[in-house]
């Protein structure tokens, strides 16, 4: 896709004191797709998010929302996105429909009582509309945040760990619906740890770890990145030939659990003959093996232990 990216952010930086939370950072979300925001704990996804948002000023660098600068129209800007934090609870004694009721009016929406009530049944809360919103379960109440950030019919949908607190029921409503959003035009931004479910969803991914975007690109294009994983079952258990096959120089992780060996290897070779001759060497006997595409949670694993690698040798400065 082409054209100017809902999201732009240009050397994008935090700083907390000496921590350097979000590190040069040049995010683009192309209007229309949904983009995974990757990254373990503390990885500096949030802030980033918040940045966005105009909520937390950046250190250096800047924000553009649909190619305009955040600071030259923040409200017009924000008013065409829609956010959901990961703590979003609802703590008050309004009911589930009072209080998408009360925000439908502060944001002005028309006709607020259809909007109110086809968001209350389009997930799931049409039953539940007069209990008490804080007595709700944590999938409701988060449910209940999506509702509130799609008020307004936004064009851009920021969601942090959307489907954390989801039964797996509420998981496959919130997917469809995410993706029914999107068919519609919204461009979803989805920042969250759990990577099977970004698989499932999104169109481009980038990777934050340590405050920097490690990758950014088309999932497809991420997962294929030069590695594959093989699959290796072992007559017998040798913990002995992970070791072996870890130190071969285009082996990437070795995972290794009784009999079977999971091996991600770093280039697109096809590199089973060779797997084999060192696992033979190595004393074992193969009984059968597989290679197949790197998952996300692979790929994303193996980016980021090497990150880590590569800081052990030597760290950036501050
Ligand atoms: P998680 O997945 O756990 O939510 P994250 O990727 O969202 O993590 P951030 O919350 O953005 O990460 O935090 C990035 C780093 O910045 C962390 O080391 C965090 O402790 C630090 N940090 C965040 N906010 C502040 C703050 N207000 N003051 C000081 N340090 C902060």
Sequence with gaps: MTGVPAVETRGL?????????????????EVGEIYGFLGPNGAGK???LLMLLGVVAPSAGRVF???RPLEADPLGLRARIGVVGEHDYVHDHLTGEEYL???????????????????????????FRRLCARDYSRGMAQKLALARALLHRPALLILDEPVSGLDPQGVV????????LNEAGVTILI???????????AHRVGIMHRGRLLRQGPLSALRLEGGRAVEIEVAHPAPHLGTVLAALPYVGRVESEGRRLLVTTLDGEDRRAALSRAVADAGGVIV????????????????TEADVDRWASSPPGG
Aim: proline share 2%; no cysteine; aromatic share 8%.
């Design 173 to 180: 409503e919130v997917r469809r619906l995410l993706l029914e």
């Design 101 to 127: 009721r009360f925000f439908a009016a502060l944001y002005g929406v028309p006709d607020p009582a259809a909007r109110v009530g086809a968001l209350l049944e389009r997930l799931g809360l049409w039953e």
């Design 13 to 29: 930086t935090r700083r907390y004191g000496d921590l350097v939370a979000v590190r040069d950072l040049d995010l683009r979300v």
């Design 46 to 48: 949030t802030t980033t």
């Design 65 to 67: 929302l649909w190619g």
């Design 191 to 201: 920042s969250s740890h759990l990577l099977s479910e970004v698989e499932r969803t």
């Design 288 to 303: 059968g093996m597989r290679v197949r595409e790197r998952t996300l949670e692979e790929t994303f694993l193996q980016v």
